[in-house]
């Protein structure tokens, strides 16, 4: 997207200085050395930036702007007066006459930092969904125009309860809402309301408020009470584009730094080769399954598979077809599970699954059919059978322990010949 600025300054250092810093950062310039030579030779042209010298040889800044906004559109364009005078003296008429900012001639680093900001926001590609709360309609119209103008979508309701409920059913990353709302309810209560709902993920969504508040502790109770940021009414529309890009860049980067430590976490908790949980997250998370288990009072079982003779598999047909066979097991164990079992990788040729809802009879069924599924997979040809030991969880049983006797149990399986099923005994210990 084209950028274009007019410049109108007597001085030709300033001239050359702002014409070098714009074009530097991508900026079409049109630089002009009186006001009657930008009003006789640019009609209907059209600009994003317009910067002015207060003092010109023929015309005030002031008197310049009026004229030129007859023949020219200029409320999206970016207004700059420049001045040799104190910033606070001149402010108001500049304002009156309708500049939007006022510098220092003088300051050309904070006229460089700030246009380089202003022309970054310029090219702003929002791609949000924003939730905007205003119950001024020629205002929100207004708004919600420049907002899709940046291509996000824009969700405009009137009032706290209308928010809230869009807010329940719709995801959006950034909501702006007006402080002082109709009806019931003000913006402190829509972030109240957000930052204390159930969803984790909703309830740091990014809040932007805008309020004519004047008291400055109020402005500051804004953040304290839960908002991100907020812009005091009127706002400048380049201030507005630019504070919600920075919140809704923010939300993403956050976004995307969970994303990635959910997959680290995955990576973590995962065997590498048959994709099952590993051994770590045995340990991590089967005790919760067997505190709700006991706290609910249901049955839960503990399998442990034994693959016969693996080593054999791997000395004769090689490591490479050793991990197809460990691959397909974890295929078959995963497809002979409910959805809620857990099922990992031990170690080594050795398989753990924890069947919830589950007594020992009816584990000892779903073990036989694991154990049949097993032997008739024959990965890459090859035949292989299991050893499984089944145990039910006992009122006084620890992980440690279930584990414990289901492994009896697959030792007392393979003493029996292999490819069998076998469940745990009280009197197997002695």
């Known amino acids: 997207m084209s950028i ?8 030709k250092y300033n001239r050359e200085m702002l014409e070098n810093m714009l074009t530097a950062i991508g900026v079409n310039c049109v630089v002009r050395e009186t006001g009657k030579e930008a009003l006789e030779r640019d009609g209907g042209r059209q600009y994003d930036f317009i910067i002015v010298s207060r003092h010109l040889e023929d015309v005030g800044a002031e008197l310049f702007l009026v004229r030129f906004r007859e023949h020219h559109y200029i409320d999206d364009a970016l207004t700059i007066m420049l001045t040799a005078e104190t910033v606070e003296d001149v402010y108001y008429e500049a304002n009156k006459a309708g500049y939007k900012l006022v510098f220092n001639k003088k300051d050309f680093p904070a006229i460089e930092r700030f246009l380089l900001e202003a022309v970054n926001n310029r090219t702003i590609d929002l791609k949000a969904r924003i939730l905007y709360i205003e119950d001024n309609k020629s205002v929100a119209d207004l708004t919600s125009t420049l907002l899709r103008g940046y291509r996000a979508t824009v969700k405009h309701v009137l009032d706290v309860a209308s928010a809230i409920e869009a807010f329940q059913q719709q995801e959006f990353d950034l909501i702006i809402t007006d402080y002082y709302l109709d009806g019931d309810g003000t913006g402190d209560d829509l972030i109240s309301y957000v930052r204390d709902y159930e969803d984790f993920d909703k309830a740091r969504i990014p809040i932007l408020v805008l309020s004519m508040e004047s008291n400055q502790s109020k402005r500051t109770s804004f953040l304290r009470n839960g908002a991100n940021d907020y812009i005091i009414k009127p706002y400048d529309n380049d201030e507005l584009i630019a504070r919600a890009s920075n919140l809704i860049a923010h939300k993403k980067l956050f976004e995307q730094f969970r994303k990635q430590q959910q997959e680290l976490l995955k990576l973590a908790m995962s065997d590498q080769l048959t994709g099952l949980y590993n051994r770590r997250s045995l340990f991590d998370i089967g005790p919760k399954y067997l505190i709700d288990a006991v706290r609910h009072q249901y049955p839960v079982s503990l399998l442990v598979i034994d693959i ?17 066979v460990l691959k397909k097991m974890g295929e078959v164990m995963q497809a002979s599970c409910r959805h809620g079992d857990f099922v990992a990788r031990f170690g080594g040729e050795e398989f753990v699954i924890l069947l919830t809802h589950c007594g020992q009879a009816d584990a000892m069924m779903k073990a036989e059919v694991l154990r ?4 008739e997979s024959r990965p890459d040809d090859i035949v292989v059978t299991a050893s499984i030991g089944v145990a039910e969880l006992a009122l006084d049983d620890d992980l440690d322990a279930l584990f414990g006797k289901a492994d009896l149990a697959v030792y007392k399986a393979k003493d029996l010949g292999r490819n069998r099923v076998e469940q745990y005994v009280n009197d197997e210990s002695k």
């Open 308 to 324: 016969d003779h693996f080593k054999a598999v791997n000395d004769n047909y090689g490591h490479a077809k050793g991990d197809v």
């Open 372 to 375: 049949k599924n097993i032997a």
């Open 4 to 11: 274009n600025a007019l410049i109108v300054d007597s001085s």
